[in-house]
């Protein structure tokens, strides 16, 4: 490592040292077996000049949707000689390139290795990417790539797509490889490590080697609250809920009766497609008694576009505490989204339950909006939000908008119910525009 530290907030080094990642070394599928393959020769090009292209795109509610990923792998064979490079690539939507990783065409053997292939830059997965293998050697022989495929699919939601000769992506024309494509990434978020340590915003960052210069800033926090002060806040939890030593308290009592109890905090309107909520959920006393019938009791945290405390409909995207319906007990975590609609999380426009079941301790969970159409939700088991319990990810309507307000609130739609149920919300932080609360590095232009 180069990296000296200058006065003035000044650090030199060579380029790509002030970024570091670290990735698992578990990859899914890794080691699946060969079962048929898809070539990829220089010749003929595709309409915009490059070589064929064939990959996979992510689809609504693949599992990978908002996973980090640094590095891929993929199974590959070679025929023949090879002259230039091929890429791995991961490509949006609109086919701009979010991060590739190029390599020599001719380092691969005849047989079917598997390589890894590090990407310029972490990328965050989202609905609609394209992960694809592209080789366009410069020869325009007969000589090509294979891909090897898997002996399962990788996903039943991923649907495998072919770059055709005429310039845009189509389905598998033949059917032949389904969604079988070994690509194979991180299965857990990357993070940073290494590299520039203990930097502070506003530093710059000087490659020796190429004299390019970058800037590095962590982003600004919007709204930021530690709970010791109602300042700001509307409270309307009674005795179910409120803000105390330093905390917001949360008891859903069985005295509710189709009710919500809490209190809201108007913010800056949200941007309708990047911001990051995070928040510690305390969990104290979590007991079933007598014949519970909670009957939709939850507690509510959320982004919305009202401020009040109201179950009726509303755009709003949240993070429940579900204690149970339908007249039995069966605590849940859900990740929601409700376009005009009730929030009551099962009940909500677009919504997904945790297989992880609540228990008593404390949790920290992270919200972001990756888009107009895509939320995901993280639970972890530590303040510095790096280890991650579950990660679930949802597509919404992109008609959730204007969220000004954060509401936390209770709810019991039955006071039959016999149960104890209560904890704490606290270190509630919220970050506008973003999609990461991460340290990033700007290149000066």
Known sequence: MTITYHAGRRIQGLSGEQNKYTTTTTYNNANDTVVSVRSLYSNPLISNGEGERVGVRINAGHSSIGTKVKKIKAKIAKHGTLVGNYEITIRDSNDTIKGIASATANNLTTSYTTVEHELDNVVTIETGDRISIEYDGT????????LGTASSNWETNTTQQLYSTGGGWVNDPDGSIGRKFMFTFDSTPVTDAGGITNVQSGSRFEETDTRKIYYGALPSVTYETDFSSTTGWSLNGGSYTGISNGVYNWDILTGLNNEVRGAWYPITTADDSKWVLRFKLGIDTLTPSGSPDPDSSQLIVILSDTGANTYYPYDAIGFSFYLGGGGSWAPKF???????????????????????????????????????TSVTGTIYSDSNYSTVVESKTITIPSTIQSLDNIQICVFDGNNSGSYTANGYIDDLKFYNGVTSTGFTWTEEV
């Not at 376009?339 to 426009?349: A, F, H, M, N, V």
């Open 334 to 372: 859900y990740l929601w989204g409700s376009d005009s609609y009730y929030i009551i999380s099962p009940s909500s426009t677009a919504v997904t339950a945790y297989t992880t079941t609540p228990s008593t301790g404390t949790y920290y969970i992270e919200l972001i909006r990756n888009s107009s």
């Open 139 to 146: 020869t325009r022989t007969a000589n090509g790539l294979d």
